[in-house]
């Protein structure tokens, strides 16, 4: 089993990535593989509405995004950390969701998902319930944990002195651990998926 964690701080080691390394360590110490990427020092477009991912596969604009993306599809679960800018997420992983989900939503149904922020003060509700939208179109599973799913933090390391955060970080990696090995342990198949109804309120 895999886990990608997704970090769109564009500070490859800051407060983000020490959340998630938080998380991994004990996934890892679970038996399951873990992978950080980060996302947020990259040049990720936003989605141009082209519509052409849906005859090709994948994301049709070559900017690193297609390689991230397919990797993130194949784990067995993900967690996506970002940083609070303007109590919401940073726009380059915004971007990543946006192309991310449109192509790659039939695969993700029924994985184990967390989102974790980093933020100086506050926007860490508003902040995580902008990734949960991406997961629950998506049908994921929410991991759950303790508290609101945030560390505080401003400068480099700072975040490892909120106590809680950091067992708020810990959780999400103890209970998406037990959520994989109940999926591997289980025979049960996955709920059917009706076809999409599209339903347009402009007649």
């Known amino acids: ?20 390394k938080t998380a991994c360590d004990i996934l890892n110490a679970e038996g399951i593989e873990t992978e950080i990427v980060n996302v947020g020092a990259l040049n990720i477009t936003g989605c141009k509405a082209c519509g ?39 726009g380059t992983l915004k971007s990543f969701l946006d192309r991310f989900f449109y192509v790659h939503s039939s ?4 994985k184990p998902a967390a989102a974790l922020t980093a933020l100086r003060r506050s926007g860490v509700t508003h902040t995580y319930q902008t990734i949960y939208n991406f997961f629950t179109i998506a049908e994921m599973l929410i991991t759950p944990t303790s508290y609101w799913p945030g ?18 970080a810990r959780g999400i990696g103890r209970n998406m651990a037990y959520l994989l090995k109940l999926q591997a342990a289980s025979n049960i198949p996955v709920p059917e998926k009706e076809p999409k109804e599209m339903f347009n309120y402009i007649r």
């Not at 002195?161 to 708020?168: K, R, T």
């Open 1 to 20: 089993m895999k886990v990608i964690a997704i970090n769109g701080s564009p500070r490859k080691d800051g407060n983000t990535y020490l959340a998630l």
């Open 107 to 110: 695969k993700m149904r029924f």
């Open 52 to 90: 052409a991912c849906a005859n090709a596969g994948k994301c049709v604009i070559n900017d690193g995004f297609n390689e991230i993306a397919e990797k993130a599809a194949a784990a067995d679960g993900i967690i996506v950390g970002t940083p609070v800018y303007y109590a919401g997420v940073n």
């Open 151 to 168: 560390v505080h933090g401003r400068l480099k390391g700072e975040a490892e002195q909120d106590l809680e955060g950091m067992q708020v």
